[in-house]
């Protein structure tokens, strides 16, 4: 028979050479000829093998397993070089294994598996040891006794008895093998050197090993050396200040403080902070420790190291990525704002998309109630981020934004880091309320402070006052609430992405008290469903006539006083009893009603308009008088408690019409014998701003015309002394105001068309809008007049023959 040996050569199978044993297989250790190693065996099949090598010879095998974690090894999990050992000594254990004593005796290499039930039995080919001396070997011994010598001196873990023992080995072989027992090298390099059947080849191996345990030991040496200098210097240390402990207790001082130095030096190697911040805590410690108990200075660093600690520098909680739950949540706590929704939306989906994105700076403007501070808390749970809120309103102080400097007594970083501390997370969703209600005075201007603060490319450099180290406020998403713009200090605003929170419908009005306020009202005032029921009617009725806002606020208290009134007859009725709230009996539960529903007038009136103005509660309905009366043509008087952009626009109108007068078909000196009064309704609440234009000359024109004004027809826009209709805003609000009033038709500047895409579609299917750039057109479609198509064409007529005057005078005529 023929078998391959180690190198893959073909040798011929000699039965004499080639003897039976049974097998060993062992983990974790290589067994060499002429070493003696105790063995735990602890397998079924190994403690057999070992039975059957003491009845017969008390020779066995001993391979090693190529992994080690193999509890039941097969055949080709063994190496198949390995050394023939005697057992010398074999102890049963009460667990069931044994402890054997084995030594190792000769090389072998694994030729054949014989199949046995209990055990491996193995035919194994003996391998002769025999080394020719020459001098290289010679040099090779030598060189290995002195690398021997030198790795006994350097490593701990072989006895110096050692060196004895294998100076006195002249046979290479068991040289190799005694020194290679005692090197600590991995598993693969021993089983490596054990395969070598060529003695030299097998020395110049162990020293190329021997030669890298010495580098490896030698660096090991060096490592060792400078941690024990550095453990030498740390014990100088602690022995000098021991005895700076011990002089200062015995002069009575510092004896409470120890425990608290140690506590908060440990705090300080603990907390992970920027390296600008760690080093500037290190030396305020530092300084900390050197300080008399008593000093005043004490507790001013001890109060800056407490809030260094306390910041979050790297806290933060992982944003939640899924679009589909940050939509279920906000619509779960708001109704419409599609807007502001769909930024957020937005800003998440692009966070899933890149690994770090600067946080947006919002801006939600609106009147109150609209739900701009409750978004800022359900953007935070959709996020998955913490939340702070911080309120501006009446900040004038810019300390209060960027902080104290140390120096003054009772010193405080700013607002904007003691809100990071309280959220506990450097990435929070930070709210700036009322960010347009700050002033400045001598102190500072606190809106140029945010400047900073609200700069996605400055903010992850912040530095406050107090803390003098840079903070990164890169990843707060910062949102700020206001209810106008303008006082808005242009720079801030800049920064700022403004979305616009307009005053809800009355349909939103409803949606919302049917599916938030009322639910929530309830349950605050223990009753059930069962209790009380509202009517839509009921709804709208408090809506219109209990309530006058764009947000919802009243609308909720007027809803928990019904329930607090009804939570009163269900105690006295009994728990079952039910109560219905509906449009003719709520004021048995709300009193009178508190406003007069916007309506247009009941009849067509000659001077009197219906404008629509725009107001931080919403849209409203703006009625608008003018009479005329004998006088000696003074300016028009204006009472209303007109602001100063309505009073030119007033005047503005009325300089048209007289420029109209003969198209309107009034004398000449009709002007110079009468007076005019303009007036607003509700004197007492203060009136603005320049979309009142068109409403005003068209009641001047009915004055002066006789003319009536059509009561179902309402008008926004501003005039120019040509009569031109410029556009206004506020549009949305005023329609919405106008549908309520049951306005039919509506007439608006031509240039707000594009605004229309705003208006909810019920509001635009239940009026007719009418767009426009001229006052004479407005002034067709409001008088109620004898021949309307006439009154248009009279205007042309007139301008044509203008024109055709002009150029027979040697004007020049531009057209457009």
Known sequence: ????????????????????????????????????????????????????????????????????????????????????????????????????????????????????????????????????????????????????????????????????????????????????????????????????????????????????????????????????????????????????????????????????????????KKKKMSPEATDKVKKEFKKLKMMPPMSAEVTVVRNYIDWMLSLPWFEKTETKLNIDEATQILEEDHYGLKDPKERILEYLAVQGLVEKLKGPILCFVGPPGVGKTSLAKSIARATGRNFVRLSLGGVRDEAEIRGHRRTYIGALPGKILQGLKKAGSNNPVFLLDEVDKMSADFRGDPSAALLEVLDPEQNHAFNDHYVDVDYDLSEVMFI?????????????????????????????????????????????????????????????????????????????????????????????????????????????????????????????????????????????????????????????????????????????????????????????????????????????????????????ATSLASAVTKKPVRKDIAMTGEITLRGKVLPIGGLKEKLIAAHRGNVTCVIIPRDNEKDLKEIPPRVKKDLKIILTDHVDEVLRRALILDDPEKFLRDRFERTEEFFKTSAEKGGELVTH
């Open 1 to 268: 028979m023929i078998f391959k040996n180690q190198k893959d050569q073909l040798v011929p199978f000699d039965r004499e050479k080639e003897k039976t044993y049974p097998l060993l297989p062992l983990r974790d250790i290589v067994l060499f000829p002429y070493m003696v190693v105790p063995l735990f065996v602890g397998r079924a099949k190994s403690i057999k093998a070992l039975e059957e090598a003491l009845n017969k010879e008390k020779l066995v095998f001993l391979a090693t397993q190529i992994k080690a974690k193999d509890d039941n090894p097969s055949e080709d999990d063994i190496h198949s070089v390995g050394t023939l050992g005697t057992v010398l000594q074999l102890l049963r254990l009460p667990d069931g294994g044994v402890k054997v004593l084995v030594e190792g005796k000769k090389r072998g290499v694994i030729q054949e598996f014989l199949p046995h039930p209990d055990f491996f039995q193995v035919y194994v080919r003996e391998i002769e040891d025999a080394t020719e001396i020459t001098p290289e070997v010679e040099a090779l011994m030598r060189r290995a006794h002195s690398t021997f010598e030198n790795y006994v001196k350097l490593s701990k873990k072989v006895p110096p008895e050692m060196l004895v023992s294998v100076s006195t080995i002249d046979e290479p072989n068991r040289l190799t093998d005694t020194i290679a027992a005692h090197l600590t090298l991995k598993l693969e390099d021993k089983q490596k050197l054990l395969e070598i059947e060529n003695g030299k080849e097998r020395l110049e191996k162990l020293y190329s090993f021997m030669e890298g345990e010495i580098e490896i030991l030698e660096i090991e040496k060096k490592i060792r050396n400078r941690v024990k200098k550095q453990m030498e210097k740390t014990q100088k240390e602690y022995y000098l200040s021991e005895q700076m402990r011990a002089i200062q207790k015995e002069m009575g001082d510092r004896d409470d403080m120890t425990t608290e130095l140690k506590d908060l030096e440990e705090q300080i």
């Open 480 to 696: 700020t609430t206001a209810n106008l713009v303008d006082p808005i200090i242009p720079a801030l605003r800049d920064r700022m992405e403004i979305i616009r929170l307009p005053g809800y419908t009355e349909d939103e009005k409803l949606h919302i008290a049917r599916l938030f306020l009322i639910p929530k009202q309830i349950k605050e005032n223990g009753l059930t469903e069962k209790n009380i029921t509202f009517t839509d009617n009921s709804i709208l009725t408090i809506i219109r006539r209990f309530t006058r806002e764009a947000g919802v606020r009243n609308l909720e208290r007027e809803i928990a006083s019904i329930c607090r009134k009804v939570a009163k007859e269900v105690i006295r009725k009994g728990r079952e009893s039910h109560f219905q709230i509906t449009a003719q009996n709520i004021s048995k539960y709300l009193g009178v009603y508190k406003f007069r529903y916007g309506k247009t007038e009941e009849k067509d009136e000659i001077g009197m308009t219906t404008g629509l103005a725009w107001t931080e509660a919403g849209g409203e309905l703006l009625s608008i008088e003018a009479i005329v009366m004998p006088g000696k043509g003074n300016p028009p008087r204006l009472t209303g408690k007109l602001g100063d952009v309505m009073q030119e626009s007033a005047h503005a109108a009325w300089t048209y019409i007289r420029s109209r007068g003969e198209h309107l078909g009034l004398d000449k000196d009709f002007f110079q014998n009468i007076d005019i009064h303009i007036h607003v309704p509700e004197g007492a609440t203060p009136k603005d701003g320049p979309s009142a234009g068109v409403a005003m």
